[in-house]
């Protein structure tokens, strides 16, 4: 296929309620959705970038440069036989993950819908994993009753885990409590979005008291040997988020033994090719993944599920219900819990799904649309125009 035009849509969707980390509080769920057309057939993904650069590097406003900059130009006017080849072809571009990403999985859903599979069978998901089960991540709450609260009604309504997020001050107490509260079988773990350092070592081996599945990215973004330092001392297992970007990332920290269990987030490794590999280079060395989340609408969400069906998925992920997000999701039907805490995985061709027309409209705050033409990818927008994001 050749890339015919690009449609790029910032939408925004209210949250039900606030999602608070260590790194700061969101209350919309801002993204670009991306279309991809071709041959009159269309795939989609998002971006997973925010407006500021806490979680990550990148942006909405870094996204859409380097889409329109680096990415594109790299793709237009090629012919592309396999989702793959985008992968290798935006290689040299160093970091802009989420940018890669949001591209390099529209047309994933772009080929699975031409061969009329779902996307699963064609990144070779097990056929026998169509029911993912699923966690919940459970944001920075403002009192410790209330975390007590919101984390049983998740429990009742059949997730599989309660992931809280902490950070220094906001840990051991909580854990405790909800504990406590909840019984010592319920799976429980914590995120700390590189809130601790090395300096932070008694507080976290604290924790180890609480029997937690797992301690997600307690250390530096950026940091592996930490990592490995910390995980020597403590009982909890640790698994990385933030720092691994890469299948070369995942090696590495799995060979030093920075951490016993990887999340995969698409977004952040640049795509599915590359989440693949992390997943391989993981399951070759006997370490389990889990399918991260980033508050998506149901069109990163049904990209996750699809991921989801590699067999080395073994621990429950972050892909929620869309309820536990929205009032109103981008696709309808939403995705809901079924009652064993799964969510299915779309049947129909490509992700299965599809944004609602009307909906995209409504939370829509910018368009444009990217058409190749000639040996350029010619753009209706003019530079130097301001861009409301
Ligand atoms: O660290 O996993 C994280 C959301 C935004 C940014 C980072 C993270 C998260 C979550 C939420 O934990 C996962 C989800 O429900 O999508
Ligand atoms: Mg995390």
Redesign the pocket.
């Known amino acids: 296929m050749r890339i015919e035009a690009v449609k790029l849509d910032f939408v925004q969707l209210p949250l039900k309620t606030p999602?608070e980390?260590s790194f700061g509080i969101e209350r919309v769920k801002a993204t670009w959705l991306v279309t991809v057309m071709a041959e009159g057939l269309a795939g989609y993904a998002e971006s997973v970038a925010d407006q500021e650069p806490l979680?990550s590097e990148e942006t909405h406003a870094s996204v859409y440069f380097a889409l329109k900059n680096s990415v594109l130009p790299r793709l237009a006017n090629r012919e592309i036989r396999q989702p793959e080849d985008v992968d290798a072809w935006l290689q040299p571009i160093r970091g802009n993950r989420m940018a890669k990403a949001a591209i390099e999985m529209a047309i994933w859903d772009w080929f699975a819908r031409r061969d009329g599979m779902p996307l699963w069978r064609l990144l070779g998901g097990d056929p026998e994993r169509l029911r993912i089960p699923v966690g919940?991540?459970i944001g920075i709450q403002p009192s410790l009753e209330r975390l007590v609260e919101v984390a049983e009604a998740y429990w009742r309504q059949g997730y599989r885990r309660l992931?809280v997020?902490i950070k220094p001050g906001v840990d051991v107490k909580p854990i405790q409590q909800l504990r406590r509260a909840l019984g010592p079988d319920v799976p429980l773990m914590a995120?700390a979005?590189s809130a601790y350092t090395l300096n932070d070592m008694e507080r976290l081996k604290a924790l180890d008291e609480w029997n937690l599945m797992m301690i997600?990215?307690p250390l530096a973004d950026d940091d592996i040997v930490d990592h490995h330092l910390l995980a020597r001392e403590i009982k909890t297992p640790v698994c990385l988020?933030e720092s691994i970007r890469s299948s070369e990332d995942a090696r590495k920290a799995l060979e030093l033994g920075a951490c016993a269990i990887i999340?995969i987030k698409v977004g952040r490794v640049g795509g599915h090719a590359m989440a693949r590999r992390v997943h391989d280079v993981a399951q070759i060395r006997g370490a389990p993944v889990w399918c991260?989340?980033?508050?998506?609408t149901g069109i990163g969400r049904a990209h996750n599920l699809h991921l989801s069906t590699l067999p080395n998925f073994r621990l429950p992920g972050?892909?929620?219900a869309s309820d536990?997000y929205f009032d109103e999701d981008l696709i309808d039907p939403p995705f809901s819990l079924n009652d064993d805490g799964t969510l299915t995985v779309p049947s129909g061709a490509g992700i299965g799904v599809v944004p609602d027309g009307k909906r995209v409209a409504r939370y829509r705050t910018h368009h444009e649309e990217w058409r190749v033409t000639g040996d350029w990818v010619r753009q209706p927008f003019p530079h130097g125009k301001p861009t409301t994001f």
């Not at 991260?292 to 998506?296: A, D, K, R, T």
């Open positions: 999602f980390t979680y919940v991540s992931k997020k995120d979005n997600e990215q988020d999340n991260g989340g980033m508050l998506e972050d892909t929620s536990r």
